[in-house]
Every structure is written in C-alpha cells, then in structure tokens.
C-alpha cells in the first residue's frame, strides 16, 4: 500500500502562487508515477502535471504549461507542484496520486493510489 497526504492548498488572489506538497509513503518504489490532477465543482477530475520519480521527466497539461512546475525530493519523499500566475479557473480541489507503471499518465484511471485532496481557490 502507498499512503499520499497533501498539504498546501488555501485561497489566494489571481496573479499569486501557491505550492502544494504531497508526502508518499508506504510501498514506494523508484518506478513510481507521481501525478496531480485536479477537480473543480460539477466537473470531471482534471489532469494536471506528472513526474517520474527516477529521473524526474514531466509532462503538463496545456492549461497549466509554463505556470506550474512539477518536481521532487528523493530524501524527503515529497512531490511538488508550484503554481505561480494563478487564475480563478484553477480553482478546485487538488489530488496527488500515485502508479507503479513507469509511464507518464494523463488519465485518473491510470494511477492506483491517491491522496486525500486539498482546496486551492483563486479569486479574481
């Protein structure tokens, strides 16, 4: 089992940052997938940014690219997701999730383990 937490989230004007934070633990692996989809009100759960946790490639959605930054700490078994020049349309809860593919993933269904979400609204 795989146990992701998430921590970060709260409100904040349009134009500002936030970062958020997921800690893994649990039966983690160097093959994992970290993603972060996000789901707003009345709405399908979105993906946002994925990494791979052995060498670090990252693939974005379009409405995120250039805005937010995936990352991670090895030592700290924490996932990133910076989110600067935010807009009020990035409002929604926030999911941090985990697979053991090794394949960068887009799709919720793909990932086996998520986190509890946190709440990131933007106002405008």
């Known amino acids: 089992q795989v146990q992701l937490v998430e921590s970060g989230g709260g409100l904040m004007q349009a134009g500002g940052s936030l970062r958020l934070s997921c800690v893994v633990s649990g039966r983690t692996h160097s093959s994992y997938v970290m993603g972060w989809f996000r789901q707003a009100p009345g709405k399908e759960r979105e993906f946002v940014a994925a990494i791979r946790w052995s060498g670090g490639s990252t693939v974005y959605a379009d409405s995120v690219k250039g805005r937010f930054t995936i990352s991670r700490d090895n030592a700290k078994n924490t996932v990133y997701l910076q989110m600067n020049s935010l807009k009020p349309e990035d409002t929604a809860v926030y999911y941090c999730?985990?697979?053991?593919?090794?394949?960068?993933?887009?799709?919720?269904?793909?990932?086996?383990?998520w986190g509890q979400g946190t709440q990131v609204t933007v106002s405008s």
């Open positions: 999730a985990a697979d053991g593919s090794m394949v960068l993933k887009a799709t919720p269904r793909s990932y086996a383990y």
